[in-house]
């Protein structure tokens, strides 16, 4: 299983950016894909999750109306679309992926999720 992840770059305040994340080697369509992203000297945290079946979403309240995450089923990817970035957007962002879909409770956790891509990077310049 593979979760290739691609879109980072370099933005200035304000500006937007759509990340994509595509895997491959098994389906996601019962479970669920997820972003999170890792600041220098910080723990990785949650960004955004989705449902693949039914597509619910869930945010960080730190993005929630700037950040859109959605999916496109056929073709197993998610994307993250990111209007008013910050530089306090600026991280390196994975992609994640569940073959199961976890709890309501438990969507934002790290260890929710066995399948990890590369990360990709994103600088917002002030």
């Known amino acids: 299983v593979q979760l290739q992840a691609s879109g980072g770059g370099l933005v200035q305040t304000g500006g937007s950016l759509r990340l994509s994340c595509a895997a491959s080697?098994?389906?996601?369509?019962?479970?669920?894909m997820a972003w999170f992203r890792q600041a220098p000297g910080k723990d990785r945290e949650f960004v955004a999750s989705i449902r693949m079946s039914e597509g619910s979403t869930y945010y960080a309240d730190s993005v929630k109306g700037r950040f859109t995450i959605s999916r496109t089923n056929t073709k197993n990817v998610v994307y993250l679309q990111m209007n008013s970035l910050e530089p306090e957007d600026t991280a390196v962002y994975y992609c994640?992926?569940?073959?199961?879909?976890?709890?309501?409770?438990?969507?934002?956790?790290?260890?929710?999720?066995?399948?990890w891509g590369q990360g990709t990077l994103v600088t917002v310049s002030s």
């Open positions: 080697g098994r389906t996601f369509s019962g479970g669920a």
């Open positions: 994640a992926a569940a073959g199961t879909r976890p709890i309501v409770s438990a969507t934002r956790s790290r260890t929710s999720y066995s399948y």
